[in-house]
Every structure is written in structure tokens, then in C-alpha cells.
């Protein structure tokens, strides 16, 4: 400690929540407005000792607030707050536990887990009902002032068009674990995703957009450690503003900024999947350690009537109440510091729906989605809801409003049943392949607003939905009763790894289908990292706690002979979704004509036949041609085939156009062929297989 802490504080400002340095001192702000008094906590520079327990003098327009002169950077403090302990009424104050800022930007030290974490005492037969007077700084973590100084340059974002998005979504920790070339202190943080291997394999990829899992800072939770497993997602926040300590290599906000720097200058855009739904405090039970000691009633729905217990949509113990004008600025806040501190060029909001909750349930108007999009830095940005959550009424696949995207499971499950071979599937199909328009065109949206995606972080990769048919989660603790049970998955022959080519063969082309059908579908395409080389995770499907091995990306496959097969395969599919404008997203497509006798597009059969009605509802048909037309730069028409065989046998196809001459781009059953003009009017496309034509050889 460099300075006389004084007996009292200075009144300072109601504005700007947090902590902020002026270059003399530093003012604090933090919202109640149910506490009758509220003290700043003073700690040293190891967050052990106390040194000074200051009240904040004011409060204005329920904000209380205070200045502490020539306090610098890097000072550590907390509060406590004061107020009735009734819970029945919704009151949860409980001043001998140390309460972290809500606009905390960095944190020092972890939570250590103990029962004076808890505003009641654990064991009572009166449960939260109960009082404990034990005080809980010792096990908290302590916010630390920042001044956020960061040089950079001439630093611009991409803003890569959506119609061009190709989103790889990773793990910061999990995306380098196992990177031997990198140094141990490096693997898992901010800085191993600044190193050039990594961009120059997105590049490779033609990935335009990094998505990261949560990267604010998040709960070890306590049933996680007593199974000897750890929160490994991240999807339980401690603090909106901080970054995970763990992912700082030097323990400094410089490492994300450096790395974004980096990518941005590679082109590579960078979004934070973020969590706004819930908090890490958990039901009624839960510790004391922020928002419930704070102002329990303002920062969290709870049931009328019936104060003690929360309202919990996400499945999580609590609802963070985004209504309350407070909180959403809250929100906003911490969303405008992400993008405007960090650079960030978008969001992926996790349980979305939630967000989107008002009184009467879900609504394309609410509060939240309002204030976004009139917000001038972050309606600029991409924004991703997932369209769901646990409550009644959580499903809103579609009805988010202009201006977001959304995950699109259903493009999942179809795509994952039509190339397992369920019957029935290939009008879905066509459906998802055009951008998905019976959920999505509506209010002048465009296809770019169904982020497709055949795996993502939440379920099987790549490699195990083609090598698994049941869920193997036993890592878990939980008898493999959590995860998904219906994975739309299949194994091919065998459960799990196998050394039998054939059956090795036969996955192989099924991934490379699926990933054709991906790229190749409208709507903006999501990969998941590692599937492009066959990572596994041994058939876990909800590895939510596994920071190790089953979790981590195993580079190694990516340097095996098939790994670079398939990752230079998934580059060529991107390079055609980044040359042909029709394999882009731009608009939908609804047969209309682009030139005498051509709709923009077209579906047949493999007989070269437009489908009928009779012939659509054919629900063990497994063959399906699209055609798609549009008007190049250079005013010529462009056209783009598509041959899809999902059956086991090989089918000749029949050209819907006998009058153009074809150029074959690529056969997923044989990636390593190379462009050559079709002279014959049939093909043969094998089993298993995607087969994409053009009449031009690319186009700008």
C-alpha cells in the first residue's frame, strides 16, 4: 500500500458504476437500492489482511458512492453491505460477507470453498432461513482497480459481411492444452491464440469469425470439486466485466487485447460467448458472494408471493431479472466494456430466451433486445441468441427479431437423421438447405440469421457421432444420466474406435458428407474446433467438466495423415462457399425466375425430374439434386449443382440441364479428385456422398 488510506471517504460520483481511476484516485459506485448502508473494504496487495472498512458517504438515485484519494491501480477491495436479513420478503443482506463489485474488470485470487461462504448457517434445521455471522474475505476473491491503457495501433475490426461468416467456435483453454509447441505457461490462455500456427490453421480452415466459450470469469462450482472434476465450460459467472483469471498468462488484461490484436490483423473476427441468464450463486442455497448480499430482489427474479425462492428459467438456481432497469444497464455495460475495451466484434448470448423474458414470457420486444438494438456501438455487431431455455414456453427457434441470429438445432437434428438414414428426412432437408426460411423469413430477415451447425460444444463431436450410438458420460459421476440421450447419432458397425477399415472408411464419408452439407447449406456456418482433424471425446456429450484430456484438442491428429486430409477438405469446401455468391447467404430463395425458364431454385430428383408432391412425401427417398441460379457480376447466369446421396448404394445422377456444360468442384466420397468438366450427362455419386457442379469454375 503506497497511500494513508483516511478515516472516510470523499462523496465521489454516481457515475460510472465499478471502480475508476482519474489519475488522483479512485471512485466507486455500486447499485442498492434496498441496503441501508454499504462499506468499500480495503485489502493488501495479497487480498488476505482488511486494511480499512470505509462506508460509502452517499448515495444518489440508489447508487451508493465514495472517492478514495491517491488510491492507484492495482488496489484490492470488496464490499458489505447492510440490511434486513428476511428472506420470506426477499432481503438477503448479511454484512460479514465479503461481496465481489458487479463491475468488477479484474480479479485476484480464487474462491475457496467454505460455509462461511453462506449468508445462513449450513446444517441448521432452519436451512436459509438461518443467519451466520462467520466472516467469508478470507475465502473470497478481490476486485482490483485498472486503469484500462492499452495501445492498439491502428487496430480495426474485420466486419466480415454475414453472407461470408464461416464461425469456428473454441475453447481458450481447451484449444491449447495440448499444443507442444507452444510453451507449458502459454497452453490454455489468451496469448496461445495470438500465436501464428493458430492463424494461420484458421486460415487453412477459411474460417472468417473465432467464437470463444465464456471467457468472463466463472465459478469452480463445489459439486464439481468434491467429484474431483472442475467447471470446465465456464458457463457460470462470477463477474460480467472480468476475464477468467486462469486464461491471463501474465495475470493482465493485456493478453486478450494482444491476442485480438493479433487476429484482427489476420482478418479474424472475435466473438465472446457471453452469460447474462443466471449467475453462479445458485438457488436459495447458494453462497453469498455478489448480487444476493447486494440487492437479492433487484438483481434476480423471485416468485411473487413467495420471495424466498427464485424464479429459475435456466435451469441454474436463478434468473438474473433483466427488467429491472438497473440490471440491464448492467448488461449494456458490460456488453459496450467487451466491445469497446476489448475490441469484441459480437456476442453469442447464451440461453437467449431468457433474456428476452418479460412478464408475460417471451417477447421479440423486450427490454433487453430493445436497448441492443438502438445501441449505437452494439447493434454494429453480430449478435447470436440460442433460442431457448428451461422455462415454460423456452423454445424460440425463429422469433428473435431483426438483426440477430440464432443457433438453429433443428438444422442439427435433420442433418444428423437425413445422413443416418432415417426415413422421411429429405423434405427437411431441402428445408434446412434453404437457410431454413420457413422459421427465418419473416420481418425482412435474411438466411445468414440460422447459424447451422451439425456439433457444437454441447454434445458429440464430429468424430463420436459417427462412432457412438449411445452417450458414455460415466467421467461425468452422474451414472450417465446427464447429457443428451437421443443424439441422432450412429456408429457405423462398431461402438467406438475401430481398427476395421471399412468401417473407418464408411465414417469417414459420412463426416465429410455432413460437412459438405454444412457449408454448402444457406445460413452461416459453425464448426466446432478439432472436428476438422477427428477430435474426440471418447462419446462424452456433455464434457461440461472435464478440463482434461477428453475435453482439450489433441493436435497430434491434426499431423496424422487422415487428420490432414480432412482439414484441407473442410478448407476446400470454404473456399467454394467463399467464391460461389450462390453458396452464400445473401437472400432466400423461392423459386422465382432469374432468367427465361431458370428459378433461382430448383429441387429434382436423381433422374434429373422436378419433385412432386407425391414424390416428396416419398419418405425412403434418400436422393436429392438442388440447383441454384443467380446473375453474376458480369451479368451471366450462374448456376450451382447439387447431388446428395444419403442410401448406402452408389446412384447415377441425371443433369436437370442437358444444354450446360458442368464443371465438377468436388465429391465428398473422393476429396482428393481434382475440377474437371462432367462430359457424360449422368454421374455416378456413391453412397454417403455430397457431388458440387458448377457451370463456371469460380466466381468473385
Known sequence: MFFEIPDRLMPGQAYPLGASYDGAGVNFAVFSASAEKIELCVFDAAGRKELARLPLPECTDEVWHGYLPEANPGLLYGYRAHGPYEPQRGYRFNHHKLLLDPYARLLSGPLRWTDALFGYRIGSSRADLSFDRRDSAAAMPKAVVVEDVFNWRDDRRPVVPWSKTVIYEAHVRGISMLREDLRADLRGTFTALANPRFIEHLHKLGVTTLELMPVQAFLQDQFLLGRGL?????????????????????????????????????????????VYNHTASGSELGPTICFRGLDNGSYFRLVPGNERYYIDETGCGNTLNISHPRVLQMVLDSLRYWADSFHIDGFRFDLGATLGREGTGFDPGAGFFDAILQDPVLSRLKLIS?????????????????????WNDKFR????????GDAGQRPELARRLSGSADMFDRRHRKPWASINFVTSHDGFTLQDLVSYAQKHNEANGEDNNDGHSENHSANWGTEGASDDPAIRELRDKVKRAMLATLLF???????????????????????????????????????????????????????LRHCFALLQSRCFLHGQEVAPGVPDIAWFDEQGHGLSEEAWQNSEARALSVRRAGVAVDGELELVLMFINGGPEPIRFSFPSSDVRWHLLINSAVPEAATHIVEEPTIEVQGHSVVLLANRVASE
Open 386 to 406: 440460442e433460442p431457448w431455455d428451461v422455462g415454460l414456453g423456452g423454445y424460440q427457434l425463429g422469433n428473435h427479431p431483426p438483426r440477430f441470429a440464432e
Open 413 to 420: 437434428d435433420c442433418v444428423r437423421q437425413f445422413w443416418r
Open 230 to 274: 472442475r467447471n470446465y465450460w465456464g458457463y457460470s459467472p462470477l463477474s460480467f466485466f472480468a476475464p477468467e483469471p486462469s486464461y491471463l498468462s501474465t495475470g493482465g488484461l493485456r493478453d486478450m487485447r494482444f491476442a485480438i490484436r493479433r487476429l484482427h490483423t489476420a482478418g479474424i473476427e472475435v466473438l465472446l460467448d457471453v
Open 521 to 575: 447449406a444457406q445460413g452461416t456456418p459453425m464448426l466446432l474446433a478439432g472436428d476438422e482433424f477427428g477430435r474426440t471425446q471418447g462419446g462424452n456429450n456433455n464434457a461440461y467438466c472435464q478440463d482434461n484430456e477428453i475435453s482439450w484438442v489433441d493436435w497430434k491428429a491434426a499431423t496424422r495423415p487422415e487428420g490432414q486430409s480432412l482439414t484441407a477438405y473442410v478448407g476446400r469446401l470454404a473456399e
